[in-house]
């Protein structure tokens, strides 16, 4: 009912930047996004939240990344990015997008809530 959909991975060297997007859409109408936010998990471990956004603007990071990433929203186009500048060879992982969603099935008058995953865009930084 809600695709999540990532783009912007890719190879990049050591101190270099990338920057990932991430839009919404549905089958029927996104009444509205709650958290948005991006995790990443690395070959051998678990997946880790990397930055996340409320739909207030408020944002929050996870240590290793302050300073380096910055995430943003743009509620209008239903898309969340990642700019991650002074890339490490520890950033590398396959990245996801995940959102809290309200929607509405077509045809149908209420609303629905649900946590939606993106299909996961692989960074990687060499050294």
């Known amino acids: 009912q809600v695709q999540l959909v990532e783009s912007g991975g890719g190879l990049v060297q050591a101190g270099g930047s990338l920057r990932l997007s991430c839009a919404a859409s549905?089958?029927?109408?996104?009444?509205?996004?709650?958290?948005m936010g991006w995790y990443r998990q690395a070959p051998g471990k678990q997946r880790e939240l990397v930055a996340s956004?409320?739909?207030?603007?408020?944002?929050n990071y996870e240590d290793s990344v302050k300073g380096r990433f910055t995430i943003s929203s743009n509620n209008a186009k239903k898309t969340v990015y990642l700019q991650m500048n002074s890339l490490k060879s520890e950033d590398t992982a396959v990245y996801y997008c995940?959102?809290?969603?309200?929607?509405?099935?077509?045809?149908?008058?209420?609303?629905?809530?649900?946590?939606?995953w993106g299909q996961g865009t692989q960074v990687t930084v060499s050294s």
């Open positions: 995940n959102a809290e969603v309200t929607y509405r099935r077509k045809y149908y008058s209420t609303t629905e809530q649900g946590d939606y």
């Open positions: 956004i409320t739909n207030g603007g408020s944002t």
């Open positions: 549905s089958s029927g109408s996104i009444v509205g996004i709650n958290d």
